[in-house]
């Protein structure tokens, strides 16, 4: 066991996901990113060079995996072998978006359960612990026999709201399906607000998707809460349900903007008042829209890294007062 009193270094490495919340993080713990530097071979193949010696020390490396969500899970895959192979003491792989996440089950036969799958390749490369925020599914922690650090952006989109005098009575959490009713459900206490739930019926053939609404949202506003933002089809669909039972404003609350295809054009034509999220994903490739307002979550990592790095508990990272503080300093 390692002695408490006698703390390995520790180093913060980037990845080409998301560069600028990696700076952001660093900014947080205290540290400068160290250098690494990723090249391709003319076929396409990455090849990793870590720019500075990190043995013994503790190293976290900063990658999402959304699209190109393959390329972005190579770099991490061949940078977790670069960092073993220089006998780093601990490989802390911080992933704000766990792509592949949506894949956590069998919904048929013959299908793969391709979470299970990401997990065992990182265990496999090398890594000690994971932090990642808000699965789509939170028993993925269970795929792995490492340390998960799951963190949560419902305090921080609970605070933002709270400024914005969204709350009480007048104002309704939604969860745009059954499997997020319990996240709608914290940020409503969160909020002390009542809770709506979209009954999302899916179906493959000859027969319209529906969207029915269980609860009552006349004259209010209401705050769509969900973990993903892919295509808007869902928020479109569920932000007409709203309307119709006379809902006033819809504010779109979602952790990981994916927004992939014609979803801003999407959400432009939605009729959402705004859509608040965190900078889980980089954006700054995404087509822009006035109607996006992003979060950052680097104080919630970084502060969980440098929990971490002291042997103390995050659990005060999902206190909204503690996050508020967080947010100012």
Not at 51 to 79: A, F, H, K, W
Not at 153 to 171: K, V, W
Request: one cysteine or more; charged letters at 25%.
């Amino acid at each position: 066991m390692r002695n408490h009193e006698k703390r390995s270094g520790v180093k913060l490495f980037a990845l080409n996901s998301n560069p600028k919340l990696a700076e952001e993080i660093a900014q947080v713990v205290g540290v400068e990113l160290s250098k690494a530097r990723i090249d391709r071979f003319a076929d396409g193949e990455i090849s990793v060079h870590i720019d500075e010696s990190i043995r013994g020390d503790d190293v976290y490396l900063i990658q999402s995996t959304n699209d190109p969500s393959n390329d972005y899970l190579m770099e991490l895959l061949i940078m977790i072998d670069a960092l073993r192979r220089a006998s780093a003491e601990s490989i802390n792989v911080v992933m704000p978006y766990y792509g592949y996440g949506r894949q956590d089950r069998k919904p048929g036969p013959r299908e793969a359960i391709t979470a299970k799958v990401v997990a065992n390749m990182l265990t496999q490369a090398g890594i000690d612990r994971l932090i990642t925020m808000e699965l789509h599914a939170p028993q993925i922690q269970g795929f792995f026999d490492i340390p998960v650090d799951h963190l949560s952006a419902t305090a921080l989109f609970a605070n933002h709201f709270l400024s914005e005098g969204l709350i009480g009575e007048e104002t309704v959490v939604v969860s745009p399906d059954h499997d997020g009713v319990k996240r709608a459900r914290e940020m409503a206490e969160l909020l002390d607000s009542p809770l709506a739930i979209i009954d999302r019926r899916l179906y493959q053939e000859n027969r319209p998707n529906t969207y029915d609404l269980v609860g009552e949202v006349d004259g209010k506003n209401c705050i769509l809460f969900d973990d993903i933002l892919d295509t808007a089809k869902t928020v479109t669909k569920s932000t007409q349900s709203l309307k119709k039972a006379g809902a006033k404003d819809v504010y779109v609350c979602v952790t990981h903007a994916v927004l992939s295809g014609k979803a801003v054009k999407r959400l432009n034509k939605s009729g959402v008042k705004k859509v608040v999220v965190t900078n889980t994903i980089d954006l700054s490739k995404k087509s822009a829209t006035d109607l996006i307002e992003q979060l950052s979550v680097a104080p919630i990592f970084g502060d969980a890294i440098k929990r971490i790095q002291n042997y103390e508990s995050i659990k005060p990272l999902f206190d909204m007062e503690y996050v508020e503080k967080l947010m100012k300093k």
